[in-house]
């Protein structure tokens, strides 16, 4: 008996201060609630004796003294949700917008540049001569125009226009070509035009898209385009070309053929005879 006497003054002492908080707490209500009943902490305390603590076993006791502590550690001061709130509304607004994801820029198209071999096949505006008196041995090259007045042994070219009035032993090349008393022994090719002039004497073939034939030609012509022979010319040589004129008084030995012109020959004559 001695221990559970021991074991109840314990008790007891829990259960007092227990009341004596809830006694304060009664006492601040009862003060605005002055009909409540006053409850005094020796009869809280009187309801423990030892008859009740004899009932109880141990397991009880010790749950009850759990529970007494538990409620004193349990008591945690209120926080004001006031103040919460406005901290959460002020992170909000501090916090940045989200951009809006901006609509991607086209990539704009642009022209192409020109390209290296469109610029060197422009002729530039200079003019290259060759005096009459001078005699060169040798090839010729020029990114303009090329005037021959004196005597060229070896290839001539240029990427503009070429005047001979001199002479010129090998082929000439140029993208327009104008001879005028001149004599050509070798070749005359041209991406644009020729004129031979009457007094002109070439021996080789010509080659162009268009030409006008004033002088002697011994050698085969070959033009994709029209081909005009003048009263002065003389040709040895077969003509190829889209069209011929003709005038009279021109010397012609060789064959004329229009290979270039728009003409079906097949379904003119072949399919028009056929067998049925």
């Not at 642009?110 to 200079?126: G, L």
Request: charged share 30%; aromatic share 4%; glycine share 8%.
């Amino acid at each position: 008996m001695s221990f559970l006497k021991d074991f109840k003054d314990d008790l007891s002492q829990a259960v007092n201060e227990l009341v004596t908080e809830d006694g304060d707490k009664e006492t601040t209500k009862a003060k605005s609630e002055p009909e409540a009943e006053d409850v005094s902490d020796s009869d809280m305390v009187n309801t423990l004796d030892e008859d009740v603590l004899a009932g109880l076993d141990l397991d009880t006791i010790s749950d009850l003294l759990e529970d007494t502590e538990e409620e004193e550690v349990n008591e945690e001061p209120e926080v004001d949700l006031t103040e919460e709130t406005a901290i959460e509304e002020d992170e909000k607004e501090e916090a940045p917008m989200p951009k809006k994801p901006q609509p991607e820029k086209k990539a704009e198209l642009k022209e192409p540049a020109a390209s290296s071999e469109d610029e060197d096949d422009i002729p530039s505006d200079e003019v290259a001569e060759i005096t009459k008196g001078t005699s060169i041995t040798g090839n010729i090259m020029s990114d303009g125009s090329i005037n021959v007045y004196g005597k060229i042994i070896g290839d001539v070219t240029c990427k503009g226009k070429m005047v001979i009035t001199g002479m010129v032993q090998g082929t000439s090349m140029a993208s327009e070509i104008f001879a005028n008393n001149a004599k050509i022994e070798g070749d005359v090719k041209s991406s644009g035009s020729i004129k031979i002039g009457n007094g002109s004497i070439i021996m080789g073939n010509v080659y162009a898209t268009s030409a006008v034939i004033g002088g002697a030609v011994r050698g085969d012509i070959d033009v994709h385009g029209p081909v005009i022979v003048d009263a002065t010319a003389v040709v040895q040589g077969n003509i190829k070309s889209r069209s011929v004129q003709i005038n009279n008084g021109a010397a012609i030995e060789g064959f004329c053929s229009q290979c270039y012109a728009d003409i079906d020959y097949k379904a003119l004559f072949d399919d028009t005879f056929g067998k049925n």
